[in-house]
């Protein structure tokens, strides 16, 4: 039954384990350090928890380089440790899953190594290659400026491999149905081991077949349907949560023309409208984003995030839209990344708590399933001093103690904010837990406050007309039990006048404070809104309201 999808009303979390907890004092977050937080996640109301990579790498790209897709690498543990980690999430009620990254090896993964060694090794077809330098050779490279080719050539395999991303990167031929085969078996054994699925990294490089000399590649979505087909075999209610940044028209294949490719998909289409509402009050173009990405596939979903372990991407916006958010939240070119993207977290481009509330309101409204990064809930902020997107892969903050409560070493693999207003002597959870009004409480009463309403994960939802521009008025609608939720973009404050006499919604209780909407005798509710303010509504008829 579709009520059954899990994911439908979940609140994901993501960590980067090496920046969470240190157990062991050697400065590298670990499985047991994260085993020990547990109890904090499912306080504060983390019923999913997505973890980035970990397992064996050189690590220069934070994980990202994987040379063992079936074991730990040893900075955070072993496979008991992880199994011991799983088995105190369950207990908890926790689910997990975690990065599946397959687009590309590292090129010191023995696959490569075999590959690179004779045109008839085993692994050879594993990957792609040129034995003439592709004429595209420097085209379509996701990190601009900061990378100079997509095809490199290696001497010891007398010819170019193709890489998306870094040099060291090498893509994986998915062409060849032994590779297919074994990222199935990938797949199973991490399920065996207990998870609940995959945060699939680069969907639509995973799925493009790459012609050496031509720069626009075929992406073969039958291959999603594959690995779903496989997944739902070996696990019913596993699924896979994809990276893929494109457009609203492509979305739908991704999805699965019948729902048999991705269960859910980062929405960065809204996400990047989003921010330019947040950076301007002009919610129009948020509307368009929302209604452009209206999901019809019901066992489908979108997950809505605000900030992840990357840059803020802003690639799908207007030259000019960009620019607004630039000059707002990051104005300095040290902050911008790529020519497209803002690498700073939230609290420090918001600058206020009320914008801050405002933004995480809105993520929680939003139709779809929520992702909080990590330290997002106590307002963490960056370290523009680190190299491109490490600025926001700070280590987590703990307490004002030594090295912010994350480990007793010395040094650390990311270094923790000791100065300024987003120090850990400032901001750690150990002093936002005993402060009644702080954004961690306040995050977990809104972390509740989502999971109290089902309507967003599984109903029906229409932008309402507020009158105001710079006012988001949303409804949503299931089961006989409808939610009105308002959001004002704007510094100043408004009053919007909502007409739901077509579904006869006569009386509106407030979710937050002990307040009520009657509508007048026209039919309208009247509702202020403070600056930066938010109000969320159960709706319904006097006689429904009553007998609930």
Not at 111 to 133: G, I, L, M, N, P
Not at 178 to 207: C, H, N, T
Request: proline share 4%; net charge negative; glycine share 8%.
């Amino acid at each position: 039954m579709i009520e059954d999808l899990w994911y439908k009303n979940a609140v994901m979390y993501n960590v980067d384990l090496e920046s969470f907890m240190d157990l062991n004092g050697d400065g590298i977050g670990d499985f047991e350090g994260l085993a020990r937080r547990l109890d904090y996640l499912h306080a504060l109301g983390i019923d999913t928890i997505w973890l980035a990579p970990f397992q064996p790498t050189p690590n220069k790209d934070n994980g990202y380089d994987i040379n063992d897709y079936y074991g730990v690498d040893v900075r955070h543990g072993s496979s008991g440790s992880f199994v011991e980690f799983m088995h105190q999430a369950k207990k908890r009620g926790i689910k997990v899953i975690i990065d599946l990254v397959i687009n590309h090896t590292s090129d010191q993964h023995p696959w490569f190594q075999d590959a690179r060694s004779s045109e008839k090794a085993k692994h050879r077809d594993w990957y792609v290659w040129s034995k003439k330098k592709p004429k595209h050779w420097d085209k379509g490279m996701v990190f601009p400026g900061k990378q100079q080719s997509t095809w490199t050539y290696d001497k010891k395999a007398k010819a170019y491999y193709f890489h998306r991303f870094y040099k060291h990167q090498p893509d994986l031929n998915m062409d060849n149905p032994d590779v297919r085969a074994e990222i199935r078996r990938i797949m199973g054994y991490w399920l065996e081991l207990g998870i609940s699925g995959f945060r699939v990294d680069a969907v639509p490089f995973v799925l493009e077949s790459v012609m050496p000399g031509n720069s626009s590649h075929k992406l073969k979505f039958e291959y999603l349907g594959e690995f779903r087909k496989f997944l739902q075999w070996r696990k019913g209610d596993a699924i896979m949560l994809g990276e893929a940044n494109v457009s609203p028209e492509e979305t739908q294949r991704f999805f699965g023309e019948e729902g048999n490719g991705i269960h859910l998909m980062f929405n960065f289409f809204v996400n990047q409208h989003l921010f330019y509402a947040l950076a301007t009050a002009d919610v129009d173009p948020l509307v368009k984003a929302l209604e452009a990405t209206r999901n019809r596939i019901p066992t489908a979903q979108w997950a809505h995030f605000l900030r992840n372990h990357d840059e803020l991407d802003l690639g799908r916006l207007t030259g000019k839209q960009r620019q607004n958010i630039f000059d707002r939240f990051g104005p300095e070119e040290n902050m911008q990344l790529y020519g497209r993207g803002i690498r700073r977290r939230l609290a420090p481009m918001l600058g206020n708590r009320a914008h801050i509330e405002l933004a995480y309101s809105l993520l929680f409204s939003l139709p779809g399933t929520p992702v909080l990064y990590y330290g997002e809930e106590i307002g963490m902020g960056d370290d523009l001093r680190l190299n491109e997107r490490d600025a926001v892969r700070t280590s987590m903050q703990w307490s004002a103690d030594f090295q912010a409560g994350f480990s007793k070493a010395g040094k650390l693999v990311h270094p923790v904010i000791a100065d300024g207003p987003y120090g850990h002597q400032h901001v750690n959870v150990e002093t936002q837990r005993s402060e009644q009004d702080s954004l961690l409480n306040w995050m977990t009463a809104m972390v509740r406050l989502r999971q109290e309403c089902s309507e967003i994960g599984w109903g029906d939802w229409q932008i309402l007309k507020t009158g105001v521009p710079q006012v988001l008025g949303m409804h949503y609608s299931w089961k006989n039990s409808s939610l009105v939720i308002l959001h004002n973009f704007d510094e100043k404050a408004h009053e919007v006048a909502l007409d739901l006499r077509q579904d006869q919604e006569e009386k509106l209780v407030d979710m937050m404070a002990i307040q009520e909407s009657k509508a007048d005798e026209k039919g309208l509710h009247h509702i202020s809104l403070d600056a930066y303010g938010y109000r969320w509504f159960r709706a319904g008829n006097l006689a429904h309201l009553l007998h609930e």
